[in-house]
């Protein structure tokens, strides 16, 4: 099987990026890949000085706080992360800032908490999706002067199959078969799966599968780690919905502003648009696995409203 784009090094995962790059901007238009890889210089450049601002006239290093966004890639976490960065109190690392990532994965926690502890910002906020299931342990043993919080981004199990087939094409279905064989249990997409999920991936055939199939499951994997590590029972992991914030994003960022213990404000949300919020066909799965996934959209529904009713 071919080996995952961000696991290339060298020419290979330029050219590889590059490709996939012009692709999706031919599919969705140049706007939405400056969007997605904050390619805008005059917009950087603004938000910087602001911090650079805020920082001189705060006493916050050494107790800034961790916030790590988690979940399922195409989930919404650009959405989320868009709003937050706008606020001169935020300092962002995303997947691929090396700061912070070596391909895609969070550095050593001793790199992590020393990012932590010399920033001037109140709030380092870090989006590890390939360490989502490592939640539980950055919040319990990073060490950081101030806890950290976390914050896991989901959305319904077809919008999010669509942005992963149309961005990554077949690499779900290539990573589960490759968990399957036995070949791939050591990767970031096996990591925190139990010996039942281990089984479940086991019990499907890839080479038949569809890509759709094989995101779907990969959603289903992936988000039941919530509940699977008891995060769901944590008062320091939040749930976002990509969803609701599309739908009321008013009232969904005010939930996390409410979270952080943060002051809502209005350009939190003036990026959010209702682009996704149209109905679409329901995808055709595998029936087994559009099951699973249907529970799974149930319980994540019933705790995001159980968290946000006040």
């Not at 920082?55 to 966004?69: E, L």
């Not at 569809?210 to 289903?220: I, K, M, R, V």
Request: some cysteine; glycine content about 8%; charged content about 30%.
């Amino acid at each position: 099987m071919s080996e995952p784009l961000q696991f290339r090094r060298g020419p290979r995962r330029v050219f590889g990026r590059l490709g996939r790059h012009l692709g999706w901007a031919r599919r969705q238009g140049v706007g939405r890949v400056i969007e997605e890889d904050r390619l805008e210089p005059r917009e950087r450049m603004r938000l910087a000085l602001q911090r650079r601002r805020w920082r001189r006239n705060h006493h916050v290093a050494p107790n800034a706080m961790p916030v790590f966004v988690v979940g399922v890639q195409r989930s919404g976490t650009n959405m989320l992360v868009l709003g937050l960065e706008r606020s001169p109190e935020f300092e962002v690392h995303n997947e691929n800032d090396r700061a912070a990532f070596d391909r895609f994965l969070l550095r050593s926690p001793s790199e992590i908490r020393a990012l932590v502890e010399r920033s001037g910002q109140r709030y380092v906020l870090l989006k590890p999706l390939c360490d989502s299931h490592r939640v539980a342990e950055l919040l319990d043993r990073l060490g950081t002067p101030n806890a950290g919080r976390a914050i896991w981004a989901f959305r319904d199990v077809d919008g999010r199959v669509r942005s992963a087939v149309e961005k990554f094409g077949e690499a779900n279905r290539v990573a589960l078969g490759d968990i399957a064989s036995g070949d791939g249990l050591d990767s970031w997409q096996a990591g925190g799966l139990s010996e039942e999920r281990l089984a479940l991936v086991r019990s499907f055939e890839y080479e038949s599968m569809t890509p759709e199939s094989a995101a779907a499951l990969f959603w289903f994997l992936r988000n039941s780690l919530f509940f699977d590590l008891g995060l769901d029972r944590r008062p320091d992991v939040a749930l976002a919905s990509y969803d609701a914030m599309v739908r009321e994003p008013e009232r969904a960022m005010r939930a996390i502003c409410s979270f952080l213990d943060f002051p809502y404000r209005r350009d939190l949300v003036a990026h959010v648009d209702a682009r996704a919020a149209g109905p679409k066909p329901p995808l055709d799965l595998d029936p087994r696995i559009r099951a699973l996934c249907s529970e799974l959209e149930g319980r994540l529904a019933e705790a995001y409203r159980g968290r946000t009713a006040g």
